[in-house]
């Protein structure tokens, strides 16, 4: 029997015509995945969070019974206040009990009291949370809208001088280590020439309005987030130069060429746009690698944020601290990275399929 006397009506159709509803599952499957792995790494994360501190040398407790005896001139401190101190911080739990607590604070939302600061650490990161966010997205978008203009300009002029001057301008800016770029700017910057504060994220005991304020705010913030933004520029303009050197010679630029079309329009519209897809990866990319450059900064130009106290914690072994710290970088990578996940189908309805 041959296919053509079939009935129309008998001929099943396959799933993904049937209704339009095989592309939506596809969606939810992918979505599906995505939740899971990241619900993973999140747990993963979370022990990490508590183990990794206790594996370091060392402990709060010696830390602070050091500097008590430091501080008195003596050499030892007596058993019982030893003992006291242990029972006080649960030192003295087993390793199982300090995880079953530490999962159990976790679950109301308590991360606990920074042995050091003697201060709930939620309050102290609620002080500095805001900084490291102001540092973190000001370098972000700084790096961002330089190394994408930058990457345009030079793809699209492959070869010429603008390009070769791009290139070997970023290739040595890149490959500098962030203390050293941001050490030689404080002492220019900062000490030689006065144009930036050398510490702080404002001035104290001044009272500018609210304009002035911003003013202020945007001054002290103004250098850490720019050598921020050098480390991570190189990538974004790499990423986004070979983007846009890979489609000089697509049909559709060749088309809008022999339509007519300005090079402004092929250039943004068209080049630009069709490369902008590796660049959202390499930004969500560099957040994970801005939390780990911010202790650096943050430690150099005194700024007060996370980093600062996560480089604070680590030394006191405040271990509720440096968890505290740990998993709000870590949910804030997370979170972007998730963010990124569900934006790629927009940008480009492949990727969801």
């Not at 500095?128 to 345009?152: E, H, K, P, Q």
């Not at 987030?225 to 060749?254: I, K, N, P, T, W």
């Amino acid at each position: 029997m041959a296919i053509t006397d079939v009935p129309v009506q008998e001929i099943a159709l396959p799933s993904v015509t049937a209704g339009g509803t095989g592309m939506p599952r596809l969606r939810r499957r992918r979505l599906r995945s995505i939740l899971v792995s990241y619900l993973a790494t999140l747990f993963f994360i979370v022990n990490l969070n508590f183990f990794l501190p206790r594996v370091l040398p060392g402990n709060a407790l010696a830390v602070m019974i050091g500097g008590a005896t430091a501080s008195r001139g003596t050499s030892e401190v007596s058993t019982g206040a030893r003992a006291q101190l242990a029972h006080y911080y649960g030192f003295d739990r087993p390793l199982v009990a300090q995880y079953g607590q530490y999962m159990a604070d976790l679950a109301h939302g308590d991360l606990g009291t920074s042995i050091h600061y003697n201060t709930p650490v939620r309050r102290l990161m609620r002080d500095r949370l805001r900084w490291s966010l102001l540092l973190v997205v000001s370098s972000m978008v700084l790096a961002t809208v330089i190394g994408m203009a930058a990457g345009v300009h030079s793809g699209w002029r492959r070869g010429q001088r603008l390009d070769r001057g791009f290139l070997g301008t970023f290739v040595l800016v890149g490959n500098f280590p962030v203390y050293v770029i941001a050490s030689f700017a404080l002492v220019v910057l900062g000490v030689k020439v006065h144009w930036f504060p050398l510490g702080g994220a404002q001035t104290a005991f001044v009272n500018y309005g609210v304009p002035g304020r911003i003013l202020d705010i945007a001054r002290h913030v103004a250098l850490p987030a720019a050598v921020m933004a050098l480390q991570f520029v190189f990538l974004e303009y790499l990423v986004m130069r070979g983007g846009v050197v890979s489609e000089l010679g697509s049909d559709h630029l060749l088309l809008g060429r022999a339509k007519g079309l300005r090079d402004r329009r092929l250039k943004y519209r068209y080049a630009a746009r069709n490369a902008l897809l590796p660049v959202v990866t390499v930004v969500a990319l560099n957040v994970g690698a801005a939390a780990g450059a911010s202790i650096f900064v943050e430690r150099i130009f005194a700024y007060p944020g996370l980093g600062g106290l996560m480089f604070d914690s680590i030394g006191y072994r405040d271990y509720p601290a440096m968890q505290g710290c740990f998993l709000v970088i870590s949910l804030a990578v997370l979170g972007v990275n998730l963010f990124t996940d569900l934006l790629y189908p927009r940008l480009d309805p492949r990727v969801g399929r």
